[in-house]
């Protein structure tokens, strides 16, 4: 069940604002491990713009151009602003130890799902960071279980 809370006396409540909802598609973020994996082959980084081979350049470039609006989003595939968030959630599930690329970080980073994602928004006049976003992440058998005590929170601005 889901309760409204009081806003404690001594903070300042946030305006409230309506929202709405609606259905559109998402997509992972091309450096994730299974991206990679599904157009370049097993174990592949993404190769710099220059060496991108040809066949995928019209494709990366209308991928691109598809992934630019953060907004506020539950579930489906994290719009992020500095890099994919699985990374960042990975990096610290496991400790902080693991480099970027590396296998344990990328089959970490292949564990966690979007759960909500909040874009600032000036009508309820919150701001993450610089204009960034927060991002929830969740293991898929966690949410199936209702654990969401087990949810990560991670900002990007």
Known sequence: PVLRAE????LEPYPYVQLAAGVEESAP???LPQAREALLGDGR????????????RP???????????IDHQIGGHAVPVQGPVE???ASAALGGVHSWGTPALDRE???????????????????????????WLIRPEHLAAH???????????
Do not use: N
């Open 7 to 10: 806003t404690p006396p001594e």
């Open 29 to 31: 973020d091309l450096w």
């Open 45 to 56: 980084h993404w190769p710099g713009p220059r060496e991108t081979p040809a066949p995928l």
């Open 59 to 69: 494709f990366v470039q209308a991928f691109r151009r598809l992934r630019t609006r």
């Open 87 to 89: 990374y960042e959630v």
């Open 109 to 135: 980073a292949e564990r966690w799902i979007l759960l909500a994602q909040f874009d600032s928004d000036s009508d309820a006049k919150m701001t993450w960071g610089d204009t960034g976003a927060l991002y």
């Open 147 to 157: 654990r969401f005590d087990q949810a990560r929170l991670t900002m990007q601005c």
